[in-house]
């Protein structure tokens, strides 16, 4: 069988939910084109993705499994390095993955999390009551002011970052899934981001506080759960980017979806659907994670009607895999609170699966419901067309979210 000319990803990703229908026309397998010419396989399809991320025989870690990457063929030139370098959970595979969630995994259980409830609320509180004081009328980026303070402060404190380092270290997760930059830009991020995060580690090992750092730092110390000083740098880049990004992601979508669609805000602001409703919807629809690299069969794998070879690297389309007609029909891509099955994978399946599933969802309701509890007459200050993406395939969200909160206008 002829296999398709592969999809080449478009770096700004000026339309992700395009760009996976292209990818899903070729089949729910597909061949993709990465940045730096690299190809690889992206997986759009709901039970396919589902079906590769329960199966073992995927790897995250390219240093054993990504042929071209342990062949020396992959080199700092490649634009998405980052991923490939990274030294965590998410790259790595078998003993050595369990080894790193399991530090960490036991911080965001249900009832850890349900114990940080009031301090989500208290800031979600003075986040709302700073917007309060913005003179009526007046157009404010809510993605800056709310979406992204909420769940960065939430983290940032539970990591106990101070105040003057919160800037650098987030702004560090923001460049690396930014899908834009040069070979020499994105490696430029990593190393500053790298000897930032290193200096944060060395201040926590000098001075202990009473946070998840500290925490890890004594945990380094126990037998069998050591962390490289490469993994507790790896590890800190995982926990303050993804505690934040796909949480600011879906507030943003989520309001920026509502306030396009009257008739289904109207459903949640009279009580007709609930704000649990909103956020599996949002989910669904609008993956705050659209693309995420990268998985690597350690043999040869048939999935979706295509075998791929061992070593290649594999991207689960999670944008795709929420919109796929094959489970949820021609209206899969309508936002609709009050569909039955909201079936999504946006928070990955299996051994990988998200471990702050607990905390954003705690963040994403609390956020979103107090929201728009104080500013019932929320609107969106420009065309809902008019609002410009994020600029990453990884990720789906929007560059601002400018809305007016009360006054003329809202
Ligand atoms: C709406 C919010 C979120 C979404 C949509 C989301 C999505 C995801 C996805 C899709 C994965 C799976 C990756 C894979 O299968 O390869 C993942 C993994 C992960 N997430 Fe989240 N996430 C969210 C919030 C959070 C938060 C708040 C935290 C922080 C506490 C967090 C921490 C992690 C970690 C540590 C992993 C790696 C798990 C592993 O590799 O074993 N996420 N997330």
Redesign the pocket.
Known sequence: MEIPSPVVLDRTGADIHAEAALIRERGPVARVELPGGVLAWSIVGLEEARQA?ADVRFS?DPRRHWTAFANGEIGADFPLIGWAMMD???T?YGAD?SR??RL??K??TPRRVEAMRSKVEAIAADLLAELAAVPAGEVVDLKARFAHPL?SR??CD?FGVPAEERAALMRGGELNVDTTLTPEEAAANLEQWGRLMAEFVESKRREPGDDLTSDLIAAQEEDGSRLTPSEMVGTLF??LA???E??M??VTNAVATLLAHPEQRKLVQSGQAAWTDVIEET?RVE???AH?PF?FPVEDIEIGGVTIPRGEPVL?G?AGIGRDPAVHGDTAATFDVTRANKEH?????????????P???L??ELGLSALFERFPDITLAVEPEELEPQGTFIMNGRLTLPVRLTGPGA
């Open positions: 991320m995250k965590n959970m998410t790595a993955h790193l969630r960490t995994a911080a965001f769940p939430v983290i539970l995982l926990l993804t505690g934040t796909p949480v992601n879906l989910l993956a705050p994670v995420l998985r689960i999670f994978l946006s928070f990955g399946h299996g051994v990988y699966r998200c471990i702050g599933v905390l954003a969802r963040e994403m």
